[in-house]
């Protein structure tokens, strides 16, 4: 019996314990929340535990489910690896650089199984992409969102288009070359829009624009690569291909052009998006991980990774308002 213990029970630690419920052979020891009345409700509702001391809980579980704030990620990450447990964490990894790359050195010395929770890897609309050869040479991003005060104690970038950071960066097997950005405070103290151009090294070129202040809510990512159009919504979960008709291509739409090079097939397909729950996704295979000894999906360092890119745009957005 796999046995978890989840730190941190606001919003997003309920749909954790509902999802934990449903994962065979494990069992919820209990949870850790300093929040009196959060804690007295999520004790009723699932009918476990409270700790009211969170070491304790760490000492009894095999790993742990970290869901608090960003700004408790470090503290709560480090007492479960210092102890050899296995660790699951929202993203993003950490509140700064410095306390990223920590948990990465104490993660690797530990030799415990780490996961951070960019949850749209485990999308089904990008897993529907999984044996599709993607070579962006163009990505297209836009994640919009309405106004919602929680999770505002960080930016746009760490709150929303990290998630697209780590996905781009995931598919994009090159380096970052260099990195444009603006934002601009509107509702909060940490910019809540921003537009933001990642050039690599092998010449693909990612723009993308987050905001938390809009009227509708949109999660699309579209990348354009040699004789290949890929469009993925994640929100709506469907994700379309167009592309030149090859020999054997079946279930598709196709039609004619004429090209100056001559007549070409157009082809449009509709890969087949599979009926998974994301976060139940994630954290059955982070289980899967512990128990078989295996890599785990989203790594410590695919976070660390997405932080520093996403840490280098908040540097270039602070640069032009200097400079202004």
Same mark, same amino acid.
């Given at each position: ?92 990894? @950490? ?182 729950? @994301? ?9 899967? @991980? ?35």
């Amino acid at each position: 019996m796999f046995k978890i213990g989840v730190i941190g029970t606001g919003h997003l630690g309920k749909f954790h314990l509902n999802n934990w419920k449903e994962i065979p052979d494990t069992e919820i020891v209990g949870f850790y929340d300093p929040n009196d009345d959060t804690a007295k409700e999520v004790s009723e509702k699932y009918q476990l535990p409270r700790f009211l001391d969170g070491d304790a809980l760490i000492e009894a579980c095999d790993a742990v489910d970290i869901v608090a704030p960003t700004n408790h990620h470090y503290e709560w990450c480090e007492k479960a690896i210092k102890k050899g447990k296995h660790v699951f964490v929202e993203k993003p990894l @950490a509140n700064t650089m410095a306390e990223a790359r920590e948990l990465v050195k104490l993660a690797a010395e530990s030799g415990v199984k780490f996961q951070v929770g960019h949850v749209e890897r485990f999308n089904p609309a990008f897993l529907s992409l999984k044996n599709i050869p993607l070579n962006p040479m163009f990505i297209e991003v836009h994640r919009l969102a309405q106004f919602n005060p929680r999770g505002t104690e960080v930016s746009v970038i760490l709150d929303l288009m990290i998630h697209d950071i780590d996905i781009i960066l995931s598919i994009v097997k090159s380096d970052v070359k260099n990195i444009s950005a603006s934002g601009v405070d509107v509702m909060t103290e940490t910019p809540d829009i921003a537009n933001v151009r990642i050039e690599f090294h092998n010449g693909c070129v990612a723009n993308l624009t987050s905001s938390r202040i809009s009227m509708k809510k949109m999660r699309k990512m579209r990348l354009f690569q040699k004789d290949a159009y890929i469009g993925i919504d994640f929100l709506n979960k469907k994700t379309e291909i167009i592309k030149l008709k090859e020999p054997g291509d079946s279930n598709v739409f196709a039609f004619d052009i004429e090209t100056n090079s001559g007549k070409k097939t157009i082809a449009i397909a509709n890969p087949l998006v599979p009926e998974v729950n @994301a976060i139940k996704e994630e954290l059955s295979e982070f289980k899967n @991980a512990v128990i078989n000894n295996s890599k785990t999906v989203v790594s410590e360092l695919d976070g660390l990774m997405a932080m520093d890119v996403a840490h280098q745009i908040l540097e270039k957005i602070n640069s032009n308002r200097l400079a202004k």
